[in-house]
Structures are given as C-alpha cells and as structure tokens.
C-alpha cells in the first residue's frame, strides 16, 4: 500500500477522506462531524488504509464514528467496517444483502493486495429509500437513487452546507462503471442529483468538485449509451464496439478507460431485456476489459 490520502475540510461539518491517485478500489470517505454523533460514509478496501483513516480522523480531533453509511455494497467501501467496532452500519435492505451474496469474492480479484484481516460488517440499521438524521446540530438525508452504479445507491446530502456524497454515482476524472446496476438508472439518478444543486460534490473515486463532476459523469453515460445503440444496430458486440472507439482515440481521457466495454455490456443486456440494475453474470465483461486494456485491471489498493 502506498498512500498520499488526506482529509479535507469541505464546509463546518463535512470533510472528505481522499485518497488520490485512486483507481480500482482505491475510494473516497466522508464525514459529516455533528455536535454529538460522528457519521462516516464508507470505509476503505483495507484493513491498512482504514487503519489510516481512522488515525486521520483522530489527528483532526474526531473520535471515532458512531455511524458508518454504507452506499453500496462494493468491498472498496465496506470491508474497512469491521476497524470501526463501535459504529453502527448503515445501509439499504439490498446492500445488505448484495454485501453478504458478494462476501469476499472482490479479494479473489485482486489477490496480490494486501487486504488484512477482514470481517465482514452488514449494515443493521436498514433503509428503505430515505432516512433523515439529526447528528446534533446538523441535518443529513439519505436517500437511495438506485439502480445506478449498483442495484440500490444511498447518496448522503447534507442540506445546510449543500454538500453531496454521491459515493460510485459520481466519478471524477475516472471512468463511470455500472455494470452492476444500471446506465439508463444513473442517468436518472444524476438528475435527481442535479436537481439538488449541491456547492460541493464528493465522488467515489477521484477529486472532490461541484457541479461539474456530476455533469462530467452523466456526459460520459450519455455517450456510452448512444455507443452501444448505434453498435447494437450494426450488429457488433459490446467488445466490438469498445475496441472501434478505442482505436479511433474517442474514449474520453478518464482513468480506468477499459471499464468502457462492461459499460457497453450492460446497455445491451438492458436491451436484451434485463430489468434496470437486474443481475447479471460479470465474469465475460470482466476478462473483455482486459482484452479491450491489453492487461488486466490494476489495483493499487
Ligand atoms: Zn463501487
């Protein structure tokens, strides 16, 4: 593990655990610091880099968290749960449960990171679809825009200082991924975030921006799904289509460009009759980044 991860003060009560150059499962953290009540959104992949975390936290003067939001069940934001003994998890029914089915299969992926000694934490206190708090002095809402980059998507809004954790909603400068929940249901969930107007916009990977970062994301969907429609009528495969952009230079310069061809995968697969964010089998999608890539993913974390 290498880390240049820092914290960031973001508005009187919100700060952001960043974590660049990020990439896969390498995510940012939230925190929103109420008079009484501490509230984390996500963890890290790691035991180490959540170990890291906390003593960021604790260098800043905030004790541990008595709550940890979980937007979605990916291991890059949950694993580190289980370094926070003291804090309740919070998540939708869904991630609880894609958490559990998913278990530690993302280590499987990655077997050269040293992930640590994980248990795995699901959330206890369930949300279905929204769920406002009072951390003392400072209101939070939570609300589930999935499908959009799983099959169900907490956001964390903190309306006062409008101030917007999208967790894998929302990329900057890194490669949007949905091939676990839905293109067409990010579109519709970056609206809803757009409607909101936040000042301040944390993404789950990549530098914290406003406006912008939403719009950058929902740029890339758009094209990705105008990509696949004209692919589709042609008659070429995901991997096609991915490859003809690739070698034409037109992919937009974002990390993890290869995650293009999942992307594609799960439009055709929502045209072939797959229910927004339904379940599919990743595992072709998968090996084709690393076909589309020439290697396979990297991660740093
Ligand atoms: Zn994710």
Redesign the pocket.
Known sequence: MSTSASLQKLSPHCRAYLQPPWGWCV?NAGVVVGSDRTLLIDTTATIDRTRAMRAELHAAGIGDPRYIVNT?F?G??TFGNCVFDTAEVIGTSTTAREAGDAGLALCGLWPAVDWGEITLVAPSILVEDRLGMDLGGVEVELFDVGPA??SSDLVVWVPRERVLFT??VAWNGVTP?ALMGSVDGSLAALQRLLELDPAVVVP?HGDVGGLEVLEQTRRYLLWCRDLAFEGRREGMSPLQVAQRAWSEGTVPELSEAERLVANLFRVYAELDGVPTGGRIDIREPFSQMSVLSGAPPLSHA
């Open positions: 995510n979605h990916h890059d934001h980059h799983t967790g894998d991924f789950g």
